[in-house]
């Protein structure tokens, strides 16, 4: 019977080449040179990660989505190209969501692929598997959201997702795979046709002549100048041009965070030791790739200081102008078009920022430097945070191009003080909400991505957040040493409960054990308690490139509320002793 049927149909149509959307997205993600899938196997996409892999595209397999999430962000920031995270429908769809919202944030771009649940079941709330209007709860939260419906349609479905992404001010894209997608057919070469590869996916946004000018006059006639380089400017990859204006400029920089490394952290102009001196005392400030949010306290208040300024600032975005105080300078386009345009209306005799000033900034940085310098030296038991970072500080000064991923309260605040960076993207953190959970899924990305060997620098309580990771790291047998500064609890270790028998509310475990973990998977563990046995095991990490877990043993007295934001943390005065 089923002979005679398939011999009737006409020759063309059964020996038809069909491909189908499993296919199709991979495809179209490979045209696009996107060859890395971060991610979590299940309902419906555990066969696309398989046919993906088998097509030769690298897919990570994580322990929980937003560990890939916060991955995919990072491999945005990293490489400029949108960094796509895997996850099934719902509450996988939910868990990779925070990253997707971190990455918008951030201005990482990312693309988070779900698969989802049937349409028609869905929008009629007839209670699917994993039913949830995931577009729409999406939409909110990133920069754009699409679904795709039908197989011919994925090409231009990719197509808008990335360049959503990259173009502009980048960020998080929501793409939306219902599971019937996957298995639809079409005609193979119809199918080809479909895809596109997308052209200049993040065109060079070119500044206006006059802003310029306007730039250039402000800078000019600065007698405190001062630019403060952000994660913009580290994502835009202008290294060359940044450093050469900075310096041609003569005026003091100041990095933040993931701007690090733009230019040496010991650089001469560097302001990092001398903040706020610059942020009080300066007149003419220029942002480039930084906003003023509260990392910078809104450029006003008391940080700030009484002194009258003025701001340039160099954007891709022009709704950032004029966000939090006036900007008398805008200057808006792409970092790389910007810079370039301002070293050309430099010209040859650009006079360097008043000397006194470059005085007074680099005498106060190595004032605060040399009072640091001895603390970092120290070799007490139990480790304090300045003995332990003393040492991670001058591992990274020997290793200047591993990847530095940092994480915690105090563990946060004063590694990025006290660690000095010397080359750009190396030190990836917390980013714009502060938050706690990126450290495991960064390294991973970091590792994958740039081939480096990994620091990773944990608070105990921040490690929690993704610890399930380093089996994945061991899995993935990749060169990430891990340090966890345990000191038995979020703050402090000390805390007690006045009321009752469980435990205070910010401790943990005493004397928690965190190197068995990374053992427990067939990686290294090491339990250390002084700077020098910190030191060994670090080196011989770095040295074996082996997935390696650090438990450092702090003092659980040495830290203070909320890090150096305790002022944020509000606190009751009525409070019963
Ligand atoms: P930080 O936290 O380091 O101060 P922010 O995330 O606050 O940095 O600011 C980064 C800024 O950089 C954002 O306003 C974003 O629009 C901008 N930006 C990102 N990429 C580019 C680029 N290629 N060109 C210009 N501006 C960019
Ligand atoms: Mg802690």
């Given at each position: 019977m089923a002979d005679a049927a398939l011999a009737k149909k006409p020759a063309a149509e059964a020996e038809q080449d069909l491909t189908d959307g499993f296919n199709l997205i991979i495809d179209a993600l490979k045209l696009n040179g996107l060859t890395t899938i971060y991610g979590v196997p299940g309902i419906p996409i555990t066969d696309f990660g398989r046919m993906a892999q088998a097509a030769g595209l690298r897919v990570i397999s994580f322990r929980h989505e937003q560990n890939a999430g916060y991955a995919a962000s990072i491999a945005g920031f990293l490489t400029k190209k949108p960094g796509i995270c895997l996850t099934v429908s719902a509450p996988g769809f939910l868990n990779g969501l925070t990253a997707l919202a971190h990455a918008t944030t951030n201005c990482f771009p990312m693309i988070l692929i779900s698969g989802s649940s049937e349409r028609e079941v869905v929008d009629l709330q007839q209670g699917d598997y994993e039913e949830m209007d995931q577009l729409a709860v999406a939409k909110t939260m990133c920069k754009a959201a699409f679904r795709v419906l039908h197989a011919q349609d994925i090409g231009i479905g990719i197509a808008r997702a990335i360049r959503a992404a990259v173009s502009g001010r980048p960020g998080g894209v929501y793409l939306d795979l219902p599971a019937k997608l996957f298995g639809q057919v079409m005609d193979t070469q119809k199918g080809k046709q479909s895809l596109v590869k997308v052209i200049d996916a993040a065109p060079a946004q070119i500044p206006s002549k006059d802003s310029i000018k306007r730039a250039l006059d402000l800078l000019k006639s600065a007698k405190k100048p001062l630019i403060i380089l952000g994660k913009g400017a580290a994502y835009a990859q202008a290294d060359d041009a940044i450093r050469e204006f900075v310096e041609k400029s003569g005026a003091p920089f100041l990095p933040m965070s993931m701007g690090k490394g733009l230019l040496p952290d010991?650089?001469?102009?560097?302001a990092g030791a001398a903040r706020s001196t610059v942020l009080k005392d300066s007149d003419v400030v220029m942002l480039i790739g930084?906003?003023?949010n509260w990392l910078l306290s809104h450029g006003k208040g008391k940080a700030w200081g009484e002194a009258p300024k003025k701001f340039i600032q160099i954007d891709i975005e022009p709704k950032e102008m004029d966000s939090n105080v006036e900007i008398v300078a805008p200057v808006v386009g792409d970092i790389g078009s910007c810079v370039s345009a301002l070293l050309d209306g430099m010209g040859a005799k650009w006079t360097s920022a008043p000397a006194d000033w470059s005085k007074t900034v680099s005498t106060k940085r190595d004032e605060n430097v040399a009072k640091m310098a001895p603390r970092l030296m120290n070799n007490n038991v139990p480790m304090d945070y300045h003995g332990a970072l003393g040492v991670l500080r001058t591992i990274i000064k020997e290793r200047p191009d591993a990847i530095l991923v940092n994480e915690g309260a105090n563990t946060l605040d004063l590694a990025r003080g006290i660690i000095d960076m010397y080359?750009?993207?190396?030190r990836i953190d917390v980013g714009t909400w502060g938050i706690m959970g990126i450290g495991m899924g960064y390294s991973i990305a970091a590792a994958i991505e740039t081939g480096k060997p990994v620091l990773a620098v944990e608070g105990d309580s921040a490690f929690g957040f993704s610890g399930m990771e380093v089996e994945t790291i061991a899995r993935y047998k990749l060169p990430v040493c891990i340090v966890i500064f345990n000191n038995d609890g979020i703050y402090r270790g000390t805390d007690t409960n006045?009321?009752?028998?469980?435990?205070?509310?910010?401790?943990?475990?005493?004397?928690?054990?965190?190197d068995m973990m990374m053992e427990a998977f067939g990686g290294v563990g090491v339990n250390v308690t002084s700077p020098d046995e910190l030191k060994r095991a670090v080196n011989a990490a770095m040295d074996s490139g082996k997935p390696t877990l650090i438990n450092a043993v702090i003092d659980p007295a040495a830290g203070s509320e909320?890090?150096?934001?305790?002022?944020l943390n509000p606190q009751s005065a009525l409070k019963k002793k």
């Amino acid at each position: 019977m089923a002979d005679a049927a398939l011999a009737k149909k006409p020759a063309a149509e059964a020996e038809q080449d069909l491909t189908d959307g499993f296919n199709l997205i991979i495809d179209a993600l490979k045209l696009n040179g996107l060859t890395t899938i971060y991610g979590v196997p299940g309902i419906p996409i555990t066969d696309f990660g398989r046919m993906a892999q088998a097509a030769g595209l690298r897919v990570i397999s994580f322990r929980h989505e937003q560990n890939a999430g916060y991955a995919a962000s990072i491999a945005g920031f990293l490489t400029k190209k949108p960094g796509i995270c895997l996850t099934v429908s719902a509450p996988g769809f939910l868990n990779g969501l925070t990253a997707l919202a971190h990455a918008t944030t951030n201005c990482f771009p990312m693309i988070l692929i779900s698969g989802s649940s049937e349409r028609e079941v869905v929008d009629l709330q007839q209670g699917d598997y994993e039913e949830m209007d995931q577009l729409a709860v999406a939409k909110t939260m990133c920069k754009a959201a699409f679904r795709v419906l039908h197989a011919q349609d994925i090409g231009i479905g990719i197509a808008r997702a990335i360049r959503a992404a990259v173009s502009g001010r980048p960020g998080g894209v929501y793409l939306d795979l219902p599971a019937k997608l996957f298995g639809q057919v079409m005609d193979t070469q119809k199918g080809k046709q479909s895809l596109v590869k997308v052209i200049d996916a993040a065109p060079a946004q070119i500044p206006s002549k006059d802003s310029i000018k306007r730039a250039l006059d402000l800078l000019k006639s600065a007698k405190k100048p001062l630019i403060i380089l952000g994660k913009g400017a580290a994502y835009a990859q202008a290294d060359d041009a940044i450093r050469e204006f900075v310096e041609k400029s003569g005026a003091p920089f100041l990095p933040m965070s993931m701007g690090k490394g733009l230019l040496p952290d010991t650089h001469p102009q560097c302001a990092g030791a001398a903040r706020s001196t610059v942020l009080k005392d300066s007149d003419v400030v220029m942002l480039i790739g930084a906003r003023l949010n509260w990392l910078l306290s809104h450029g006003k208040g008391k940080a700030w200081g009484e002194a009258p300024k003025k701001f340039i600032q160099i954007d891709i975005e022009p709704k950032e102008m004029d966000s939090n105080v006036e900007i008398v300078a805008p200057v808006v386009g792409d970092i790389g078009s910007c810079v370039s345009a301002l070293l050309d209306g430099m010209g040859a005799k650009w006079t360097s920022a008043p000397a006194d000033w470059s005085k007074t900034v680099s005498t106060k940085r190595d004032e605060n430097v040399a009072k640091m310098a001895p603390r970092l030296m120290n070799n007490n038991v139990p480790m304090d945070y300045h003995g332990a970072l003393g040492v991670l500080r001058t591992i990274i000064k020997e290793r200047p191009d591993a990847i530095l991923v940092n994480e915690g309260a105090n563990t946060l605040d004063l590694a990025r003080g006290i660690i000095d960076m010397y080359q750009p993207r190396k030190r990836i953190d917390v980013g714009t909400w502060g938050i706690m959970g990126i450290g495991m899924g960064y390294s991973i990305a970091a590792a994958i991505e740039t081939g480096k060997p990994v620091l990773a620098v944990e608070g105990d309580s921040a490690f929690g957040f993704s610890g399930m990771e380093v089996e994945t790291i061991a899995r993935y047998k990749l060169p990430v040493c891990i340090v966890i500064f345990n000191n038995d609890g979020i703050y402090r270790g000390t805390d007690t409960n006045s009321a009752g028998s469980d435990p205070a509310t910010t401790v943990f475990v005493k004397g928690a054990r965190y190197d068995m973990m990374m053992e427990a998977f067939g990686g290294v563990g090491v339990n250390v308690t002084s700077p020098d046995e910190l030191k060994r095991a670090v080196n011989a990490a770095m040295d074996s490139g082996k997935p390696t877990l650090i438990n450092a043993v702090i003092d659980p007295a040495a830290g203070s509320e909320s890090g150096r934001i305790g002022n944020l943390n509000p606190q009751s005065a009525l409070k019963k002793k």
